[in-house]
């Protein structure tokens, strides 16, 4: 089993920078994948940032050359390093744990941006 915590939300001005990070507990052994997906107001989770075991990332499109994902060696930890944040930025930042068995969601956490 694996369990996941996001920690690092808030509010963050246009323009400013937010850490966000994921705790991964459990058989941390079995992740394979350790992503961040977010969800606006009304409208669909979509992904953000993705980084393998191998450490290959990937990112959406309009968050390229702004937010880096990481991880230590064991999986244990990934961050997501946002900068130049934007007000299309606002949305519930969730984790997610990939494992051969499926995937491990987290609760959640909020970064606002306001106009």
């Known amino acids: 089993q694996v369990q996941v915590v996001e920690s690092g939300g808030g509010l963050v001005q246009p323009g400013g920078s937010l850490r966000l990070s994921c705790a991964a507990s459990?058989?941390?052994?079995?992740?394979?994948?350790m992503a961040w997906y977010r969800q606006p107001p009304g409208k669909e989770r979509e992904l953000v940032a993705a980084?393998?075991?191998?450490?290959?990332?990937k990112y959406e499109d309009s968050v390229k050359g702004r937010f880096t994902i990481s991880r230590d060696r064991e999986m244990k930890t990934v961050t997501l390093d946002m900068k130049s944040l934007k007000l299309e930025d606002t949305a519930v930042y969730y984790c997610?744990?990939?494992?051969?068995?499926?995937?491990?969601w987290g609760q959640g956490t909020l970064v606002t941006v306001p106009s």
């Open positions: 459990g058989t941390i052994g079995s992740i394979t994948v």
């Open positions: 997610k744990a990939q494992t051969p068995y499926g995937g491990v």
């Open positions: 980084i393998y075991r191998s450490g290959l990332t």
